[in-house]
């Protein structure tokens, strides 16, 4: 019997070990096929009943758990046929009518006897598990049919690993209260006695679960069934599901089998993925539609890796001089730690070659899984944090920590980038000495820590230790622990780790593509020869993705493939137009789409508008590799193939959320542009050429004829000026040696939308921005200064617009009343930007085109300071 039973008995607690059983009792009973010592035993006084086991410690029914799917005649078949309301003739009758239904009376007769009690007992020796006992799913079978198929109480009777029963929620929250916020305590709670997820009162009809049925599973379980096979092996033998053979399914009541899936990853383990939003129909009926998102926990951890950076920074501030280690670990099975309410766990089924599962661990793929995990990643890191300096923590998990590997101290004379304090990083010392506590920061299920050597091993015992409190004390004799060990001993506690994909270094605070990211990359661009002639949408969509992973870590790569974007964009209209006119699926779709916005029929225009995006994107129509696209397929190439020349990298200074180091205005009108930085000491102003002014509002009124330069690319072509000053008066600190950043970082104000986005995005549409947007990517290549950008209304922006407008004629005395108006720009010298950074952009303005992209602009191309202050 399980715990939860045991309270509600009165006979005493059983003997723990007499409440095991090994492996090899479930494989020698049952070779495949049950024979006598599978038959013998069964006591009906030992099994509680439904109402008995409802009396549990986990999942009690309450009026926010409740699954029902509308009934067939198969799902009073069981009781039916146990009761014995039909006599020999009938069931002979019955038999004929289906082959599963006199298969049905056979394994009822069959398995009537036999001794499930197992089950409520925990298995030894399950990492030896190759392949799912039979002998475990014929007593799944045979407890199913002693309670009518009655799954929820199948799983309560089973209890332990797979309701987690074995968790003392009052004991956990004795040692969270006064640690963890409250709020997060009561969603632990509710996690772990009541189940997941925090209300689920759904149903289905028999026409939308017979639908699901017939449906089965996506195509890449079928591609890779042994793949597969050997997944539900592991998920099998770690109590995540119930197994059951596959022609049960017809028979159990309130049941629904989603579509699945399997992702494959090299260098990671398979992952079924639990498609609970696939609609087969508009009026389908998935299982993640019965959800109120409302009732489950916030979602969080989208902070984590901003936080860890953060982090870093501020340890850095502190300890300038101090290697700063880098651990992560991780939790096994994160989602599945998390156990669905019995009365909800038949909405879970799964049905694969042979067998039918349940299941009763959290899935990859319900919408609620990650929710409903936050409480215990929120709960673990402030539990971590709380522990402090508490030396025994470190003795009690010695065995472990003694098995990690560190990687050696610096060798004297190592010089760290350095880190200054601002009014949002004050370092991780307060005024009285005393060291902060290390946070840890949790992004799913991958908890980052960086620390000094001297107190990482603190950080890495109070994890595990917060780990434990929360999930329970590792018994790898009993269940899988709640640490993934594989993980935790190939890796190596450092300065420079891979966490979340990124490759990070706190010696020289910088963050870098990972070198297979760089290959992978690479390898796929191979395919975009100079001989290709066309592409798919699809495929320079995949391209495009993997590129924007990149412009996550460098800056100024979001810049270098606007064409390719456009490409995707273009491929998508023109299949879209041509199934328009070809394709009577498509237009049925939009019809249903038209149908579906005229009735505000919510539902249905989401399903019409999927299925419409499915076509457009599936289509394998070709289109012409443009020489655009090859272009920047081969300067990304060259880029990428050449790390040392072109850093694929960002300072951690241009991440961590602090306060620039400067600060940049500038303004445009239709005749000039000007700007200016207290912080840096300059000012500057510039006419537009004539070209340019020719090309404007003045003398073009609209922008029909396709030669306007609006003024939103003037705004644009003043930021980049803007951001050339700041370069020459940070490499001028550097040459002087008075620079105390390393890799400073300016934020530009700038009173245009337009080009506020375009500094930190890709523009799309305007030619004019794209080839500005690759002057300033050469800028930014390799750069020590990063560049934010902010909007400023133009009510706060009337310096920079009256350096804007200086006129032409009468220049020397507007800047001398300039000087008076604003006696701040006094101290300021007055930047020049050089002839070439002024060609290439008034090139990229009037032709829309940049040469030489690749070749990088150095600080002393852009242009100099003058030796002295202007005031006139």
Known sequence: ?????????????????????????????????????????????????????????????????????????????????????????????????????????????????????????????????????????????????????????????????????????????????????????????????????????????????????????????????????????KEDKHCYVVPMPNWL?????????????????????????????????????????????????????????????????????????????????????????????????????????????????????????????????????????????????????????????????????????????????????????????????????????????????QAMANSIEALEIILGKPDTELRRAALSLEKFFKATCSPKKIQLGLQFNTRDMVIRITEEARKKIIKELKHWHKSRRSFTAIEAAKLVGNLQHLATVSQWARFLFSSLTHSVIYAIRRNKASLEVSSTKFQALSSMLVEAQAETNAKKALFAQAKIERLVWSKKDKYFVIPTMKSETKLLTHLLENPTLYRWESPIAHRAEKDPDSTTYGDACLYGGGGFSTDLGFWWQIDWPEEIMNRTLIHIKDGKSGKLISINVLEYLVVILNYAAATVAHQETVDKGTSDEEYPTNLNLVDNTSADAWTTKMCTKSKEAKSLALVLCSMMINNPVGLNSKYLPCTQNDIADAISRLHKANKMFEISQLMQDYPELRSCRRFHPSSKLLSRLYAAVLSGSAKEVVQQIEPNELGQLSPGKTTS
């Open 1 to 233: 019997m399980t715990e939860a039973c045991a309270e509600n008995t009165d006979k005493p607690p059983e003997n723990p070990k007499a409440n095991r059983i090994d492996l090899s009792e479930y494989q020698k009973s049952f070779g495949g096929m049950i024979d006598a010592q599978g038959l013998q035993g069964k006591d009906y006084h030992d099994i509680p009943t439904k109402a008995q086991l409802m009396q549990g410690k986990f999942g009690r029914p309450d009026n926010d758990h409740s699954f029902t799917v509308e009934p067939i005649f198969e799902h009073i078949l069981v009781p039916i046929l146990k009761n014995k309301c039909l006599d020999d003739t009938s069931l002979r009758h019955l038999g004929n009518a289906h082959l599963l239904f006199g298969h049905l009376q056979k394994t009822l007769s069959r398995l009537k006897d036999l001794d499930f009690t197992r089950l409520a007992k925990t298995m030894l020796n399950y990492d030896k598990q190759e392949e799912i006992p039979m002998g475990k799913v014929m007593c799944f079978t045979a407890a199913a049919l002693h309670f009518d198929l009655h799954i929820p109480s199948v799983i309560r009777y089973a209890g332990g690993n797979y309701t987690a029963d074995f968790r003392d929620m009052d004991k956990i929250e004795k040692q969270l209260v006064g640690k963890v916020d409250p709020k997060d305590i009561s969603d632990l709670r509710r996690v772990f006695t009541v189940g997941t997820p925090g209300r689920f009162v759904g149903e289905s009809t028999k026409d939308n679960m017979l639908e699901y049925w017939r449906y089965g599973n996506h195509g890449s379980i079928l591609k890779d069934i042994s793949k597969v096979t050997k997944t539900m092996n």
């Open 249 to 457: 399914a017809r028979f159990i009541p309130n049941s629904f089998y989603t579509p699945n899936g399997l992702i494959s990853k090299a260098g990671k383990n398979d992952r079924l993925v639990f498609d609970g939003s696939h609609m087969i129909n508009w009026f389908s009926n998935p299982v993640n539609k019965n959800f109120d998102m409302s009732k489950e926990p916030p979602v969080t951890y989208g902070r984590v890796l901003q936080e860890h950076i953060n982090r870093i920074w501020n340890l850095r501030i502190s300890y300038p001089n101090e290697d700063i280690l880098l651990w992560d670990d991780d939790i096994a099975g994160c989602f599945r730690q998390e156990k669905h309410h019995p009365d909800v766990t038949p909405a879970f089924g799964l049905i694969i070659d042979m067998f039918l599962y349940f299941y009763v661990g959290q899935t990859f793929g319900s919408i609620f899984s990650p929710a409903n995990n936050e409480p215990v990643r929120r709960a673990r890191e402030q539990l971590a944090e709380s522990l402090g300096e508490d030396l025994s923590i470190i003795d009690k998990h010695k065995d472990l920590l003694s098995k990690i590997k560190f990687s050696k101290p610096a060798k004297a004379g190592t010089k760290y980038c350095q880190a200054k304090k601002c009014s949002l990083n004050r370092g991780v010392i307060d005024d009285k000495g005393k060291v902060a506590n290390t946070p840890l920061h949790t992004f799913v299920d991958d908890a980052l820590m960086a620390e000094i050597r001297d107190r990482m091993m």
